[in-house]
């Protein structure tokens, strides 16, 4: 399989403040966020050309930098701009962007006090692969060995890249086992999400998803919890021990880059896809799509 290297392409990419060639948007070996991991990141999707819950994004941005002891030199609407940049220049209709921001090299030890914080934006096309019937068949899942930590032993609430260390390790587990991601719980044993996507049961009729109190609350997350109850469905954010699956006639993942994800299979557990993963999908791609001038024309009025 030959891969277009993402070090290796046309295009710009945001960097501190400048427009450089994608090619030359370089950082030196020694990095404080390479090698201490004092880096934080965003996920986001463009549908129609709109960045979808851009600002949320961003303010997440913000806080997981703040959480990891460092203040973005750019605001929420500097980087909300920058990202619409990026996506514009690129001529992005169906894409994804990847904000990043790191401790530079000025220091290079555990204390990091006097490192410079860099932020770099890059955006690429990514059209949906998958019909939504090839995706209703649903994703398989295995249960990792790997759990969640506890809020005091890391920093739970950030995107912060040294979380992702056991997420790759979960993630290649379960691709050597034939799975397509790994379900993690939590320090407590219970059950908390995937390696990069939320998770919801439907138990009797009635969606159950576990509380965010040492996992990311995801944007999406958020988001089809508020579609579930505009669709009139029973919600419940709650502590869900892994024996509960067995309850389960429908699971599903979500996360900008899944969206809604059915899954058909956690290790033993068998599940079917149905009617309410099936209106999710719709009412969130729905959602994604509803086209965002309103909000945008805010956002650039307050920048
Ligand atoms: N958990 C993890 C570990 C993730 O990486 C993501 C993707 N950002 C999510 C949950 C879902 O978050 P969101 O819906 O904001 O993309």
């Known amino acids: 399989m030959s891969l277009l290297s993402f070090d290796d392409r046309d295009g710009q990419i945001w960097f501190n403040g400048e427009l450089l060639d994608w090619r030359d948007a370089k950082i030196h070996v020694?990095?404080?966020?390479?090698?201490?991991?004092?880096?934080?990141?965003?996920?986001?999707?463009?549908?129609?050309?709109?960045?979808?819950?851009?600002?949320?994004?961003?303010?997440?941005?913000?806080?997981?930098?703040?959480?990891?002891?460092?203040?973005?030199?750019?605001?929420?609407?500097?980087?909300d701009e920058a990202c619409d940049l990026v996506v514009e220049k690129a001529g992005i209709v169906d894409g994804y962007v990847r904000p990043i921001a790191w401790r530079g090299s000025e220091m290079m030890g555990v204390s990091a006090q006097k490192t410079r914080i860099n932020l770099a934006i890059a955006a690429w096309e990514w059209p949906a692969y998958f019909t939504p019937e090839a995706r209703m068949e649903g994703i398989t899942m295995t249960i990792s060995d790997w759990r969640r930590p506890a809020p005091d032993t890391a920093p739970t609430g950030s995107k912060a890249a040294g979380l992702y260390m056991i997420c790759t390790l979960s993630k290649h587990a379960a691709e050597a086992k034939g799975f397509s991601d790994a379900l993690m719980l939590d320090y407590r044993g219970l059950v908390a999400e995937a390696t990069g996507a939320n998770i919801f049961l439907v138990i009797n009729g009635r969606i159950h998803t576990p509380t965010p109190d040492c996992f990311l609350d995801g944007i999406t997350r958020r988001t089809v919890m508020d579609l579930a109850r505009l669709h009139g469905y029973d919600i419940t954010e709650r502590a869900i021990r892994p024996e509960e699956l067995a309850d389960a006639t429908e699971v599903f993942i979500t996360g900008t880059a899944v969206e809604v994800t059915p899954v058909r299979q956690i290790d033993d557990y068998r599940f079917t896809p149905g009617e309410i993963t099936r209106n999710l999908m719709e009412a969130y791609d729905a959602e994604a799509r509803r086209p965002h001038e309103a909000a945008a024309m805010v956002r650039h009025s307050a920048a």
């Open 30 to 79: 020694l990095s404080h966020g390479l090698h201490y991991a004092s880096a934080v990141f965003e996920g986001e999707r463009v549908y129609d050309r709109q960045i979808f819950k851009l600002t949320e994004h961003t303010e997440r941005l913000v806080k997981s930098g703040r959480i990891l002891g460092f203040e973005i030199p750019w605001s929420v609407a500097q980087i």
